[in-house]
């Protein structure tokens, strides 16, 4: 019920404007994103990197409502990447489609994200948002996967459809990123009980691995901070001899640091989402809303501070 509210709070307009003018809320928020700017996110890669971890960058934001709109979200990221070859930062870029205009055309967000992927020496990672959006999304992967190599696609493990639009996906040799899902569906599309999102999670997570091993697919990013999960994943890796520069575990900033600085010391690999923007609350909500746990350690947060 927990996670049903929360999903529904990130969809709603008027808890969107209203909520984040609290300073309590944003005082929670800064646990999981550095600040708003790009300069906290670019700060905040650079000393993980100082530290080791790799990470990944991105701006929060969906569902832009001009062209206009969605070519200055796309000459933002293009300064970001500048910035980020001029820091000799491993950073890459994680964008959502709408943010580039999908709601405005599927050719515009293409345009935007192939200028992206021309822009970038690292991958260029395409977030996967409601069900209603993943033909959409896959169209505009394929067509600048046809020109670029470095755009990564990100999965759903919650989703029915997900394990064939995996295998459809192959031929490509793709770089993907599996999450378990953090959008409100309905039934039909996907699956109600999470432990079946879990065991479709560790199906898809071990195939990832084991198809890289043999070549048949790109780098494999297993996105979670479920430790039966990852435990999984490494034992994955170990049996099939990966090298740990072919495959990652992804996590979030700000939540299980504890776990990521074990994952570093063994040698797993890691890299970090690091977020930024104003447009953080419907982000925020599915955050808490995929692990509720998290909630009380807001609550923590509003009256400690």
């Known amino acids: 019920m ?13 808890l969107a404007e209203r909520l984040p003018r609290y300073g309590f809320v944003r005082r929670a928020v800064r646990r999981f994103m550095p600040g708003e700017e790009p300069a906290d996110a670019l700060r905040e ?22 062209e206009q709109a969605a070519v200055r979200v796309t000459d933002e990221y293009l300064a970001v ?21 999908l709601d405005q055309g599927v050719g515009l967000a293409a345009r935007n994200l192939q ?18 959006y993943v033909d959409r999304t896959l169209d505009v992967w394929r067509e600048a996967r046809a020109l670029h190599e470095n755009v990564g696609i990100c999965l759903q493990a919650c989703l029915y459809r997900t394990e064939r639009d995996y295998e459809e996906l192959l031929p490509d040799q793709p770089h993907i990123r599996l999450v378990k899902g953090a959008y409100q569906e309905p039934p039909t599309v996907a699956m109600p009980k999470k432990s079946e999102v879990d065991e479709a999670y560790r199906r898809l997570a071990v195939r990832m691995i084991r198809e ?46 504890a776990e990521q600085q074990r994952l570093v010391r063994g040698a797993t690999p890691l890299r970090v989402l690091v977020s930024y923007g104003t447009h953080w609350f419907p982000w925020y909500m599915r955050r808490l809303a995929e692990r509720p746990a998290n909630v009380g350690f807001v609550l923590r947060q509003m009256v400690t501070r």
């Open 45 to 66: 890669g650079a000393r993980l990197g100082s530290d080791g971890v790799p990470t990944l960058i991105t701006c929060l934001g969906e569902n832009v409502d001009s």
């Open 212 to 257: 890289r091993k043999e070549g048949l697919m790109g780098r494999p990013a297993i996105a979670t901070h479920d430790g039966r999960l990852i435990a999984e994943a490494q034992r994955a890796a170990f049996e099939t001899g990966l090298a740990p520069d072919r495959w990652e575990v992804a996590m979030l900033y700000g939540i299980g640091e």
């Open 81 to 101: 990447a500048e910035s980020i070859r001029a820091a000799g930062l491993d950073m890459e870029l994680s964008i959502k489609l709408t943010h580039l205009g």
């Open 115 to 132: 200028r992206l992927a021309a822009a970038t020496d690292g991958v260029v990672w395409v977030d996967m948002e409601s069900s209603a």
């Open 2 to 14: 927990l996670r049903t509210a929360l999903l529904w709070a990130s969809t709603n307009p008027f």
